[in-house]
């Protein structure tokens, strides 16, 4: 069974710093696109990272493009989102997302969600 | 690529029949999927490639549609879909979302 278990996040100030990681079980992480969705409050849902499978690329979205870094360790099945340069409206729910088989951008299996709440 | 989902809120009678609708800006071929979400939970994978449902998805939703405009249908709807439903363009990065529809108890 895939599961994805994400943690970090809570609360960051403004031109700070957070870490999310997803510990990813029951497929081999480094054969699949894994993707960063978040949404703000009551909003829907904006992709704002992926990465490739097989040392695949790594994209972003214009929102936080030069701010956030996406990564993974294989050998701890796990995907990070390093996310600096905090601002308010990185405010939102994070979730990680495995790419499906047939396509790196659209997501079969996701994780619970990751509060992140950026304030002073 | 822009994607408009219309209604922005469908209201439906349980055993009826919802239809919603997703048009992109530029022609995306079939690269769309749908997801439903419920409140508190994460976004489920129903349909990608416009028209192949997800592992285990009942037969009720089909999708259908080609270029710039698509259709998700929910035959026969039970209590569990009331939901809010994404479009999502896939086919290359930026994958961006509709911003949805909400299918909620007429």
């Known amino acids: 069974e895939v599961r994805l278990l994400g943690s970090g996040g809570g609360l960051g100030q403004p031109g700070g710093s957070l870490r999310l990681s997803c510990e990813a079980s029951g497929f081999t992480l480094s054969t699949f696109a894994m993707s960063w969705v978040r949404q703000a409050p009551g909003k829907g849902l904006e992709c704002v990272s992926a990465?490739?499978?097989?040392?695949?690329?790594?994209f972003y979205s214009d929102s936080v493009k030069g701010r956030f870094t996406i990564s993974r360790d294989n050998s701890k099945s796990t995907l990070y989102l390093q996310m600096n340069t905090l601002r308010d409206d990185d405010t939102g729910v994070y979730f990680c997302?495995?790419?499906?088989?047939?396509?790196?951008?659209?997501?079969?299996?996701w994780g619970q969600g990751i509060p992140v709440i950026v304030s002073s | 690529i822009v994607l408009t989902q219309y209604p922005d809120t469908l209201s439906v009678s349980p055993g009826e029949r919802a239809t919603l609708s997703c048009r992109a800006s530029?022609?995306?071929?079939?690269?769309l999927a749908w997801y439903q979400q419920k409140p508190g939970q994460a976004p489920r994978l129903l349909i990608y490639g416009a028209s192949t449902r997800a592992s285990g998805l009942s037969a009720r939703f089909s999708g259908s549609g080609f270029g710039t405009e698509f259709t998700l249908t929910i035959n026969s709807l039970q209590t569990e879909d009331f939901a809010v439903y994404y479009c999502h363009y896939h086919g290359n990065w930026p994958a961006t979302f509709g911003q949805g529809t909400k299918v909620d108890v007429k």
């Open positions: 990465i490739g499978g097989h040392g695949g690329g790594t």
């Open positions: 997302a495995k790419g499906h088989a047939n396509g790196w951008f659209f997501f079969d299996s």
């Open positions: 530029h022609s995306i071929s079939s690269n």
